[in-house]
């Protein structure tokens, strides 16, 4: 199926490795060019030069924190700079918490908003009006099965992923009129980097089976008894951001093999 989306543009956070490289990829192989936003120079310099290698497309590094004001900037300049705009906006930026609502200070909840939800908010500010000027566009928020289905150790995590899908269902409302359609996606299990570093620490003193340790998570929470390939959910996240799902608006879609338990 020809997605028809060569020579767009996409704009993509937390894109150095796991779901962000993986839909980095996936963009790649269908002709799109790319603008890559993540923190860690080296890292992400690396993956936009193997992508330029392997597909032919430009891939621009931008190393930002975009949890800042400071950092959203850079990138939207970067990208009017290099491109002119953008096409395709997919926040993905994130990362899972640990604690309880009782000892988390306020520091750690401020941190976890601007990340998961300012910066999305702020992205939109600054690259809605480019994607007006280009006829529309699409933008896609990385939320997460938690925003609906909490797991009891990471609170934060949960309520600013729920407000994140929220403020997609009334950015989708209001940016419908200018042909840029607003979709949430609600991943469950996802083989990262962060779900084997983390399996590494918890088994190091028990033997280090920490792919026993995965699969015995994945036979707790999903039904279909594995976790998924980031290339797995990136191939479902090209289509939503292509004219191919047009009709698809302020929606969210669950990649979980069956790990929500509601209809």
Partial sequence: MDLKLRGKVAVLTGASVGIGLAVAEAFAAEGVNLVLA?????????????????????AIPVACDVATVTGVDELVHATTQAFGGADILFNNAGTGSNETIMDAPDE??????????MA???????????????????????A???????????????????ALMMFSKNLA??????????NTINPGLVLTPDWIKTARQ???DSGGDWEAHLQQVADQHAPIKRFASP??????????????????VGATYFVDGGMLKTV
């Fill in 38 to 58: 993540a923190r860690q120079h080296d890292r992400l310099a690396a993956a936009a030069n193997q992508i330029t290698a392997s597909y032919g497309v430009q």
């Fill in 173 to 182: 409302n209001e940016l419908i009129k200018d042909n840029i359609r607003v």
């Fill in 108 to 117: 750690k909840w401020q941190a976890y908003w601007d990340l998961h939800v």
């Fill in 231 to 248: 290339a797995e959910l990136a191939d479902f996240i090209v289509f939503l951001c292509s004219e191919r799902a047009s009709y698809s």
């Fill in 202 to 204: 918890l088994t190091q």
């Fill in 144 to 162: 997460s099965i938690c925003a609906v289905q909490p797991l009891g150790y990471e609170p934060i995590y949960n309520v600013t992923k729920a």
């Fill in 120 to 142: 999305a908010v702020r992205l939109a500010r600054g690259l809605v009006p480019s994607m007006k000027q280009r006829g529309g566009g699409a933008i896609l928020h990385n």
